[in-house]
């Protein structure tokens, strides 16, 4: 085994129940002592039994779960945990049916946690830089194989392909996010949103990306439809690399994503690919996903909305 991964006998070791698992995630929530998640009050605390705090500053009785993303989850924390564990170690991701029979809830449950876990995965990157290769692509089947009373039959009707763009820095972050048109305007504000002024980046020869080089970008274009995808350093197979393993990830785990779902899972492929990579150790894998938890909850009816 990689000197990067623990198995799961040792992630069961760490964190064996509820209990192990609720000092952990003080421990890294609460670096410097227990604080009130709504005041953020330190020094007025009551301990209370069984992992319960009272501000009396503000008279908020909390726990480490209270605004985050397990808040009034009735999962236990250990589980939270595991289910991290798998997201960030199943390269192309784990189905809610995987999920609820590793961890013993249902379903539904599962698909819930793992949208929850999702949105941990939503970080805010630092601006992209260096030598930076961008591309868009689709999400969804094709027309001709979905069944015919779910066909387009109108021209006005929308399309259930998803359009993504991505931006990889070499060597670096990989950012990706639904876009509503792949049109000039809105592919240049994504990479001028995300991409430092000065950059190289590279591209292929669609049109959208042409007028980078009057924004400041140091813009070069392989010309994919004459054969041509090297050209000395210039390519961008590094967001092709990611864009086959999202690919298979959503056909072969996933199998759909609804369009007002796609951006959670983007946040997820990218986060292994980011704070998740397997070069990191498993741990520090996970502590950059605990990281995240806080100030995100999200409800099921929000979720389902």
Not at 93 to 102: N, P, T
Not at 128 to 150: I, P, S
Not at 179 to 201: M, W
């Amino acid at each position: 085994m990689s000197r990067s991964t623990i198995s799961t006998f040792k992630l069961f070791e760490m964190f064996p129940n509820e209990e192990s698992a609720r000092k952990y995630l003080e421990g890294r929530l609460w670096p410097t002592g227990t604080t009130c998640p709504c005041c953020k009050c330190k020094d007025r605390i009551t301990v209370r039994k069984d992992g319960y705090y009272r501000c009396n500053a503000c008279k908020l009785d909390f726990t480490v779960r209270t605004g985050t993303i397990f808040e009034r989850s009735h999962v236990p924390l250990h589980k939270w945990l595991y289910a991290m564990y798998l997201l960030v170690t199943a390269r192309k991701g784990i189905s809610s049916l995987q999920l609820g029979k590793e961890i013993g809830i249902t379903q539904k449950s599962a698909w819930f946690v793992l949208h929850r876990l999702r949105e941990a995965c939503g970080t805010k990157l630092a601006m992209l830089q260096g030598t930076v290769e961008v591309d868009e692509t689709f999400f969804g089947g094709e027309e001709k194989n979905r069944h015919m009373y779910d066909r387009i039959h109108k021209p006005r009707e929308r399309s259930e392909k998803v359009a993504v763009i991505g931006i990889r820095e070499r060597g670096g972050n990989t950012y990706a996010a639904v876009t509503e048109s792949i049109g000039g305007l809105a592919l240049r504000a994504v990479v001028h949103n995300n991409v430092l002024i000065g950059s190289r980046v590279i591209s292929d020869e669609a049109a959208g990306y042409q007028r980078l080089g009057a924004q400041g970008y140091r813009h070069e274009a392989v010309k994919h439809v004459a054969g041509e995808y090297v050209r000395g350093t210039a390519h961008t197979n590094g967001i092709e690399s990611v864009w086959a393993v999202m690919k298979r990830g959503m056909h072969g785990v996933y199998h759909h994503a609804d369009r007002k779902h796609m951006g959670r899972y983007l946040n997820e492929f990218t986060f292994r690919l980011n704070q998740g990579n397997v070069g990191r150790h498993t741990t520090a894998r996970l502590d950059s996903f605990v990281d995240g938890v806080a100030g995100k909850r999200l409800t099921f009816k929000a979720l389902t909305r």
